[in-house]
């Protein structure tokens, strides 16, 4: 069992920056691939970051490409979201989520909730215009 923990959401000005970050306790960290995901009001959720076991492939949603990034520091079994330039669309509840898996795969993608076997609780992300 996995318990994944997010913190560092709140409301901030369009062009602002937040960090995210995603506690991890229960399992061996470094064993699992890493990803962000959100979910605004009447939307479905949606891939935005992920990251393999290593940290040496990172993957991003087209929207966010270039503002946002993904890190991990396995030593303290926490991965990061960096987002800069911070756009009224980018308010959601953002996401955490571990893979059993180090890596991924053609069966299982990164972009893919389904690809994730555990999920934090999430943290509100509220971008004004």
């Known amino acids: 069992q996995v318990q994944l923990v997010e913190s560092g959401g709140g409301l901030v000005q369009a062009g602002g920056s937040l960090r995210l970050s995603c506690a991890a306790s229960g399992r061996t960290f470094s064993g699992s691939a890493m990803g962000w995901f959100r979910q605004a009001p009447g939307k479905e959720r949606e891939f935005v970051a992920a990251i393999n076991w290593s940290g040496a492939r990172t993957y991003y949603a087209d929207s966010v490409k270039g503002r946002f990034t993904i890190s991990r520091d396995n030593a303290k079994n926490t991965v990061y979201l960096q987002m800069n330039s911070l756009k009224p669309e980018d308010t959601a509840v953002y996401y955490c989520?571990?893979?059993?898996?180090?890596?991924?795969?053609?069966?299982?993608?990164?972009?893919?909730?389904?690809?994730?076997?555990?999920w934090g609780q999430g943290t509100q992300v509220t971008v004004s215009s």
């Open positions: 989520a571990a893979d059993r898996d180090r890596d991924y795969s053609g069966s299982y993608p990164p972009r893919s909730p389904r690809t994730y076997d555990y």
